[in-house]
Nanobody, 126 residues
Framework: QVQLVESGGGLVQAGGSLRLSCAAS????????MGWFRQAAGKGREFVAV????????YYADSVKGRFTISRDDAKNTLYLEMNNLKPEDTAVYYC???????????????????WGQGTQVTVSS
C-alpha cells in the first residue's frame, strides 16, 4: 500500500513558476515509477511526466517539455515537479501517481498506476 500527498499548488500569473511536491509512504517496491498527471475542468486526466528508478528514465508530455522538470529525492520519499514559464492552459488539478513497474509508452497510461494522491490545484492567470 502506498500513500501519496501532493502540495505546492496555487495561483500564479502566466510566465511564473511553481514547484509541486508529493510525499510518499508505504512500500518502496510499489513506487519504482512515480509521475504526475493533470486534469483540467471538463476534460480527462492526462499524462504530464514520469520518473522510473528501474530504468533511470524520465518522460514528459510534449506540451510541457522544456518547461517542466520531474525529480525525486528517495531519501526524503518525495517526488517533485518544477514548473516554469507556466501558461493558462496548464491550469488543472495535478495528481501524483505511483506504480511498481512501467516502461516506455506504458508509463504514459494512467491505468498502469495503482496509487494516486488527492490532487493539488494549479491555476495560471493570463
Amino acid at each position: 500500500q502506498v500513500q501519496l500527498v501532493e502540495s505546492g499548488g496555487g495561483l500564479v500569473q502566466a510566465g511564473g513558476s511553481l514547484r509541486l511536491s508529493c510525499a510518499a509512504s508505504g512500500r518502496t517496491d510499489s513506487r519504482d515509477a512515480m509521475g504526475w498527471f493533470r486534469q483540467a475542468a471538463g476534460k480527462g486526466r492526462e499524462f504530464v511526466a514520469v520518473n522510473t528508478k528501474r530504468f533511470a528514465s524520465t518522460y514528459y508530455a510534449d506540451s510541457v517539455k522544456g518547461r517542466f522538470t520531474i525529480s525525486r529525492d528517495d531519501a526524503k520519499n518525495t517526488l517533485y515537479l518544477e514548473m516554469n514559464n507556466l501558461k493558462p492552459e496548464d491550469t488543472a488539478v495535478y495528481y501524483c501517481a505511483a506504480t511498481n513497474y512501467c516502461s516506455g509508452y506504458g508509463c504514459y497510461e494512467q491505468k498502469n498506476f495503482a496509487s494516486w494522491g488527492q490532487g493539488t490545484q494549479v491555476t495560471v492567470s493570463s
